[in-house]
Structures are given as structure tokens and as C-alpha cells.
């Protein structure tokens, strides 16, 4: 068995050819759109875009239309490259932001070129798809400002701390809510709202996106800890080696169990330390956070689900489910 070339696992034959040649048509469109009036500029909006990328949120557009009678219509093209070109964009600003040398495999546009170009490229991107937003009417404009806002503000919550009287746990959930579910949200509503989808299943959609958006994000939060080198191909603790909250981790630290004193002990100070390191990673695979992590990460599975009860079954719904299971199962 051939692996299927889409980001979302799609076991109809019939309908993964058709997602297949839709997506390389927004592929040919990304690829105009990106073209800048000078080549300079085109060169440092296709440098990310051209890197590669499974375009899952293109992709989510076009399965989310198959749930409405005109699927191939074109506003729905239109919708893909708006999702893309938005969350590239941020690409651009996230790397600037942590400083990242490296993207998919290529130079980052602030390590190419530097800091100020890759800030206005990423400007440059998300003109492009506002552009492009304005041709698909008010609603859709609303629909991007307002996913928009929800992606910055949670990009920018993620460099403050919260606040004595708030819970950290949920200042978090807000934060991959904004940076990830929001426009992972839209690509879905997108999708059913420009194929001619039912209301009901426009908004079953959206809901489905934004939970499974946000859960993906945390099933890599438990894989940063549980995940072995030599089997996932990344670093296992990154992200508690730079200080990072996620979701095991502040569970972690809500404990009041005197024998996790060592663990809290650690996790309060940056682990520069490759011996600590090493010890707060062994300490958190064995805490009981990880499964109260896993256990939320399936919780969240199962309620998007359960949106999807709008949808008549058939392989659109299949999928969807799959992509579900897909998520839950990376985090167990």
C-alpha cells in the first residue's frame, strides 16, 4: 500500500484523487500570488512557501467543501490560498521571534537576509491574503479579521506570563487556541461556507477545526517529552530545555505531592543543564501528568467527534474522523 501524498489520511480512492488535483492547482496558485513587483521581493515570499509543508489547511478547505454541493467552486480555491499565505506568513514572524535558524529544512528569511526583511515579507504575505479575503465579500473579510486578531493576540500571550490570580493551564489552552486552532478553525468553516454547505454543518465544521487544531498542538507538547530521538527524529525536551510551558508540563506543576518536590524544583529554573535536563525528562515521563495530558488529548478527540454528527457519513466524514484518531494516537 502506497503512502497517500495528503497531510489527511483519506481512504476513498475516488475522493483523495480529486483532493490530490485540487491541491496541486493551489499549489500553481500560492505560487502566483507570491510574486512581489520586484524579484527581490519574490524570492523572499516564496522562500518559506516553496520550502514545502503538508498545506494542511488548504487541504482542510478542500475536504470541508466536499460537505456542500459545489466543492469545486472557485471560491473555494480562493479560500485555500487565503488559510495558506495567512499561516505562512506567521511563519515568517514566529521565526523572528524565537530566533530560528532553520525552517522545513532551509534557512529561516531572518538567518537568509535578516530580521527587518523577513518581518515586512511576512507583512508582505498577509497583504496578499487580505487581498485576496476582499474578493470573497464581507463575510469572509469579518471572518479573516477576526481569525486574525484571535492568531496575533495568542502569539503575543505567549511572551507574557499570566497573571497571579490566573490559572496557567488555561492561559496556555488560550494561547494554542489563538495561535493554532483559530485559523485551523476558519480553513474548515471556509471550506463548507464557500461549497454551499448547510449552516449547521459550517459551524460543526468550524468547531471541529478548532478543537482539532488545538489538540495536534498538544499532542506534540506530550511527544516533546515522551518521543525518542532515534523514533520521532527530533530532540526529545526541547521545549523544556528553552523554558517552554506546555500542556504536561503545567500539569505537572499544579501537583501538591511532596515526592514531586525534585521535579518542581527543577522545572522553576531554565535546564541549561544537560544532567538536569536529563533528570526532569525521566521524572516527567514517569509523572502522572503525562497520562492526565494523554487523557485530555483523547477528551478533545472524542468532542470533535462528536461535531461531526452534522455530517451525513460517507468518505468526507471518514476522513475527517481518521485525521481524529490521527491526533489522538500521537499522543498514547
Known amino acids: ?34 510574486q512581489g513587483r520586484t524579484p527581490y521581493v519574490t524570492r523572499a515570499a516564496t522562500h518559506l512557501m516553496m520550502a514545502g509543508g503538508k498545506r494542511f489547511r488548504p487541504l482542510l478547505v478542500l475536504l470541508a467543501a466536499e460537505a456542500g454541493p459545489h466543492p469545486e467552486a472557485e471560491e473555494v480555491e480562493t479560500a485555500a490560498c487565503v488559510v495558506e499565505l495567512t499561516h505562512v506568513a506567521s511563519l515568517y514572524h514566529d521565526d523572528v521571534m524565537d530566533e530560528a535558524a532553520l525552517r522545513r529544512g532551509a534557512d529561516t528569511a531572518n538567518a537568509r537576509w ?27 473579510v469579518r471572518i479573516q479579521a477576526t481569525t486574525f486578531t484571535r492568531l496575533v ?3 503575543i ?25 483559530s485559523l485551523i478553525a476558519t480553513s474548515a468553516r471556509y471550506g463548507a461556507m464557500f461549497s454551499g454547505a448547510h449552516p449547521d454543518v459550517v459551524e460543526a465544521l468550524r468547531a471541529y477545526g478548532e ?21 520521532s527524529g527530533k530532540t526529545p525536551g526541547t521545549d523544556l530545555r528553552e523554558g517552554v510551558p506546555t ?34 525528562l525521566a521524572l516527567l515521563r ?20 462528536k461535531r461531526l454528527e452534522a455530517l451525513e457519513p460517507g468518505p468526507v466524514r471518514t476522513a475527517l474522523e481518521s485525521f481524529v484518531d490521527v491526533v489522538a494516537n500521537r499522543s498514547s
Open 247 to 280: 500542556l504536561p508540563v503545567l500539569m505537572a506543576q499544579a501537583s501538591t505531592d511532596p515526592a514531586d518536590a525534585r521535579l518542581l524544583e527543577l522545572l522553576a529554573r531554565p535546564l541549561t543543564d544537560d544532567a538536569e535536563h536529563a533528570e526532569a
Open 157 to 181: 500571550l505567549e511572551t507574557v506570563k499570566p497573571g497571579p490570580d490566573e490559572d496557567p493551564l488555561a492561559h496556555y489552552l488560550e494561547v494554542v487556541a489563538g495561535k493554532t486552532g
Open 114 to 140: 535578516d530580521n527587518h526583511v523577513a518581518i515586512l515579507t511576512g507583512d508582505f504575505l498577509f497583504g496578499r491574503s487580505s487581498e485576496l479575503t476582499a474578493d470573497l465579500g464581507p463575510d469572509a
Open 211 to 231: 478543537i482539532v487544531g488545538s489538540a495536534f498542538q498538544l499532542s506534540d507538547d506530550i511527544l516533546d517529552i515522551a518521543s525518542e530521538s532515534v523514533t
Open 286 to 305: 514517569r509523572h502522572p501528568a503525562m497520562d492526565e495530558a494523554k487523557a485530555y488529548v483523547l477528551g478533545q478527540a472524542t468532542e470533535a467527534k
Open 1 to 34: 500500500m502506497t503512502e497517500s501524498p495528503l497531510a489527511l489520511p483519506v481512504v476513498d480512492a475516488e475522493l483523495e484523487h480529486r483532493l490530490v488535483g485540487r491541491l496541486a492547482r493551489i499549489e500553481e496558485l500560492l505560487a502566483v500570488h507570491c
Open 153 to 155: 493576540e495568542g502569539q
